[in-house]
């Protein structure tokens, strides 16, 4: 088990910022890639970004890059999203995940998830 809890959430003006952390317990962090996903309303999960458990190899939801910056601190355990000029579109549920041994887009090849960090972008 990894247990993840998501913070940083809430309420932001459009064109502003937010860092949303993910911090994880047990052991085996280190040897897991790690991604963020969200959840609107009425919609689907979607991808937002994958980081490998080295930090080396990066991917993001193409509709994103440029504007949000997955990184990680593996001797603080924990996963980051840096989201900036941020739009009301991007209001949703994120989720942090963990499982793959590689950074996949496929939310069905994470094992672990958090309980989700409220992200409301006002207009």
């Known amino acids: 088990q990894v247990p993840l809890v998501e913070s940083g959430g809430g309420l932001v003006q459009a064109g502003g910022s937010l860092r949303l952390s993910c911090a994880a317990s047990?052991?085996?962090?280190?040897?897991?890639?790690m991604g963020w996903f969200r959840q609107a309303p009425g919609k689907e999960r979607e991808f937002v970004a994958a980081?490998?458990?080295?930090?080396?190899?990066?991917t993001y939801a193409d509709s994103l890059k440029g504007r949000f910056t997955i990184s990680r601190d593996n001797a603080k355990t924990t996963v980051y999203l840096q989201m900036n000029s941020l739009k009301p579109e991007d209001t949703a549920v994120y989720y942090c995940?963990?499982?793959?041994?590689?950074?996949?887009?496929?939310?069905?090849?994470?094992?672990?998830w958090g309980q989700g960090t409220q992200v409301t972008v006002s207009s």
């Open positions: 995940a963990a499982g793959p041994a590689y950074p996949s887009l496929k939310r069905s090849e994470y094992n672990y």
């Open positions: 047990g052991r085996t962090f280190n040897i897991y890639a």
């Open positions: 980081i490998s458990w080295s930090g080396g190899s990066i």
